[in-house]
């Protein structure tokens, strides 16, 4: 029974040995061997594309004149101030705060607005959609009006190995892929931090791009910040398939058990071959 415990032990000690999860593949932002380093404190300098909007997208429209001005003031919120609060924990529930209340680009890149009719915002910037739509106003408006345009906020997705999988809403104009992980609860210890796989939707159609989070030079890529509609697709180790811990203790304690198990089989075994 001895031979067979040390067997045992030592095949447990091999298996706990490749079980654990090691801190090289779950911490973030590392100088890797092979990539050139980048040390702390250094300016990273990098360059946003601006967004172009798409089919499906939601975007916030306020249009003001003079007279609007003059009479609410400058600081125009209307009810936005006092809507804050329940925005914000409709956003944090993954709920669309702007779908009842902005306008959405149609599959053929137009938004609706009232008195205007319809204008083709599809593959303009924000900006580009604000001259648009202040153009057309001028037709229907003789004093000068103001004009404010925003994105309805960044949807994406989180999908797989995080603590909070599902679908949000960020009340902001740009976010990175470390803020939105972060929002949505984390990585689990089992997933695979270098192959984040982000589905992003371009005009011309959708690709498919795989991210390393382990890897330093992600600030500088193009995939550092997300855009609206990405979607983040994290997939286990294969430390999930052998069902072993994500850490030390969590090994050691399956070790134990096994070898608890291992050794009442055998006695009871033993027991029975004596009778």
């Known amino acids: 029974m001895l031979k067979y415990l040390k067997a045992i032990g030592i095949v447990g000690l091999v298996w706990a040995s490749f079980s654990c999860v090691s801190n090289e593949k779950i911490i973030y932002l590392q100088n890797l061997e092979g990539q050139q380093a980048i040390p702390e404190g250094e300016l990273i300098s990098y360059e946003i594309p601006e967004y172009k909007l798409q089919y499906n997208d939601i975007v916030d429209i306020n249009i003001q004149t003079v007279d609007d001005l003059l009479k609410n ?47 083709q915002v599809k593959d303009k ?4 959609a604000r001259e ?11 004093t000068e009006v103001y004009v404010k345009v925003k994105l309805g906020g960044i949807r994406y997705s989180a999908l797989g190995e995080f603590r909070r999988p599902g679908k949000f809403v960020v009340l902001q104009d740009r976010m990175t892929i470390l803020e939105a992980i972060a929002n949505s609860g984390d990585l689990t210890n089992i997933a695979k931090r270098d192959e984040i796989l982000l589905i992003r939707q371009y005009p011309e159609g959708t690709r498919l791009h795989r991210i390393n989070l382990n890897d330093r030079q992600l600030v500088a890529s193009p995939f550092y910040f997300i855009q609206p509609n990405d979607q983040l697709y994290a997939e286990p180790m294969k430390v999930r398939e052998v069902g072993a811990g994500e850490n030390a203790a969590q090994s050691l304690t399956l070790f134990i058990s096994a070898i608890t198990a291992a050794a009442l089989i055998l006695n009871l075994v033993i027991v029975a071959n004596r009778e």
């Open 132 to 142: 648009e739509i202040e153009k057309r106003l001028k037709s229907f408006v003789v």
């Open 73 to 119: 003031g400058f600081n125009t919120g209307n009810t936005n101030q006092v809507n804050a609060q329940g925005m914000n924990l409709m956003a944090q529930s993954g709920g669309d705060i702007y779908y009842m209340t902005g306008y959405t680009v149609d599959k053929n890149g137009n938004i609706r607005l009232p008195i205007i009719g319809e204008v």
């Open 125 to 128: 910037t924000i900006e580009e």
